[in-house]
């Protein structure tokens, strides 16, 4: 069971990057959500997919500039990241939570990926 994450990097301010999370070990679909954290910041939520890909969520500060969407491959999502703006400087985590028949939650995250977004 991993979470991989990939496709962050340098880019300018006004630059697209489009973040993937592949979610491996899993027998169901799960709502994933990415984080991002700055540094001295505390990790915040930037948007979460349902498993069906029809139900997202935004942070306020991303809304209209980012987009999450599920790929073709199970527990696969990704985020493209338009007009991007120095503060969304960051490391980029995925996340997922998995609920055991029992109700007993496991949560999963995957290892970052950095994003700067730098003149």
């Known amino acids: 069971v991993q979470l991989v994450e990939s496709g962050g990097g340098l880019v300018q301010p006004g630059g697209s990057l489009k973040l993937t999370c592949a979610a491996s070990?899993?027998?169901?679909?799960?709502?994933m959500t990415w984080y991002r954290q700055a540094p001295g910041k505390e990790r915040e939520l930037v948007a979460s997919c349902d498993s069906t890909g029809d139900a997202t969520n935004y942070a306020d500060s991303v809304k209209g500039r980012f987009t999450i969407s599920r790929g073709n491959a199970k527990n696969t999502v990704y985020l493209q990241m338009n007009s991007l703006k120095p503060e969304d400087t960051a490391v980029y985590y995925c996340?997922?939570?998995?609920?055991?028949?029992?109700?007993?939650?496991?949560?999963?995250w995957g290892q970052g990926t950095q994003v700067t977004v730098s003149s």
């Open positions: 996340y997922l939570r998995r609920v055991g028949v029992s109700g007993k939650q496991y949560d999963y």
């Open positions: 070990g899993f027998t169901f679909s799960y709502t």
